[in-house]
C-alpha cells in the first residue's frame, strides 16, 4: 500500500481483556518495528522484525506482550490481560531496511484500557 | 545502549523568531541521525536526517548538522511559522531510538 496501515485506530479493553493490533507495512519493506508513545512522550521501542524474524524484542515490557510476523509482512502486536498502564498509542513503523533509510509510521493504533 | 537527550520544552516562540532544539547522543559506532515531526492529530514524520559525519540534513527551512565530535545534532530554523507548531523528535540510528520530543509553539 501507499503507507504504513493500522487497525483498529482506537480500542477500549476492559481490564483483563485480550487485545491484537494490526499493522500492514509498506509493500516490499523488510524492517518492522513496534512502538508504544504514552501521551506526551517519545515512541519507546517495544520490538524489530527483519522480514519474519524477530531480531529484537528487548523493548516488550512484560511476557503478556507478544508480536508476530509470520509471513514477513502483516504484523500483529498481541497484549493478553491488559491492564491500565497499558494505555497508550502502539505505533508500527517499515522501512527498506538498508542504512539510514526513512522509518516510516502509520497513524497508530490508541488503546485505552478502563 | 543507545539513547538520545533533547532539551525540554515546550518551546513558545513568535512568528519569524529563530529556533534551536538541542539533541545530543550516545551510541556505539556512527549511527545515522533523524529529526522527526509529529503535528497535531497526525501521525510521525521525517524532517530531515544525516547518516555520516559532517553531513547537513535540510528541509522545510530547517537544518541539522551531524557533529561527531560533540555527538550533537542540533535542528535550527532562521524563521519560524505558525505552521511550525509541533512536537520534534530527534532519533538515532536505523532502528529509531528516539528522544522524548520538544513541544514548540510559534505564536502570530
Known amino acids: 500500500g501507499a503507507g504504513v496501515s493500522q487497525s483498529p485506530r482506537y480500542k477500549v479493553a476492559k481490564r483483563g481483556q485480550d487485545v491484537a493490533l494490526r499493522c500492514d507495512p509498506i509493500?516490499?519493506?523488510?524492517?518492522l518495528f513496534w512502538y508504544q508513545q504514552a501521551l506526551g512522550q517519545g515512541p519507546e521501542f517495544l520490538t524489530y522484525?527483519?522480514?519474519?524474524?524477530?531480531?529484537?524484542k528487548s523493548g516488550l515490557p512484560s511476557d503478556r506482550f507478544f508480536a508476530e510476523r509470520p509471513e514477513g509482512s502483516v504484523s500483529t502486536l498481541k497484549i493478553q490481560r491488559t491492564q491500565q498502564e497499558d494505555s497508550a498509542v502502539y505505533l508500527c513503523a517499515s522501512s527498506s531496511g538498508e542504512r539510514g533509510n526513512t522509518i516510516y509510521f502509520g497513524e497508530g493504533s490508541w488503546l485505552t484500557v478502563v | 545502549g543507545d539513547s538520545v537527550t533533547q532539551m525540554e520544552g515546550p518551546v513558545t516562540l513568535s512568528e519569524e523568531a529563530f529556533l534551536t532544539i538541542n539533541c545530543t547522543y550516545t551510541a556505539t559506532g556512527y549511527p545515522s541521525l533523524f529529526w522527526y515531526v509529529q503535528y497535531p492529530g497526525e501521525g510521525l514524520q521525517l524532517l530531515l536526517k544525516?547518516?555520516?559525519?559532517?553531513d547537513k540534513g535540510s528541509n522545510k527551512g530547517f537544518e541539522a548538522t551531524y557533529r561527531k565530535e560533540t555527538t550533537s545534532f542540533h535542528l535550527e530554523k532562521g524563521s519560524v511559522q505558525v505552521s511550525d507548531s509541533a512536537v520534534y523528535f530527534c532519533a538515532l540510528s536505523d532502528r529509531g531510538v528516539f528522544g522524548p520530543g520538544t513541544r514548540l509553539s510559534v505564536l502570530p
Open positions: 544525516a547518516t555520516k559525519a559532517d
Open positions: 522484525f527483519q522480514n519474519e524474524a524477530q531480531l529484537d
Open positions: 509493500s516490499g519493506h523488510v524492517s
